[in-house]
């Protein structure tokens, strides 16, 4: 799957198993690859090895929130996210709120 935002791309899996959800990004380090957790607002970094960007979007795949270099052992909450984007760490750049992401599966 591919993540559109600005003209960069990113490359991410889609974390639509129980297994990929629960899972996610922890315990990996030196990430390459994001993940899109499909009707997500909310996920946590605990035993995360690295910190990572987040993104979350609205149902019209407007970014509502955004957060570089996001730390470990935190827990993040959006009541209006409808789908959260986990990359990896110092990956976005020039993106601001309501940018809308094109998501080509």
Request: positive net charge; aromatic residues 10%.
């Amino acid at each position: 799957m591919e993540i559109i935002i600005n003209n960069q791309k990113f490359n991410v899996d889609i974390a639509n198993t129980f297994k990929k959800r629960l899972i996610g990004l922890m315990g990996k380090k030196d990430i390459q690859k994001g993940l899109f957790f499909p009707k997500t607002r909310s996920i946590h970094t605990f035993f995360m090895k690295d910190n990572i960007d987040i993104i979350m979007i609205d149902k019209n795949n407007n970014i509502i929130y955004y957060k570089k270099n996001f730390k470990k052992n935190k827990i993040i909450i959006k009541r209006k996210a409808y789908h959260t984007i986990e990359l990896p760490k110092n990956s976005i750049h020039n993106i601001n709120l309501n940018n809308k992401i094109i998501i080509k599966q």
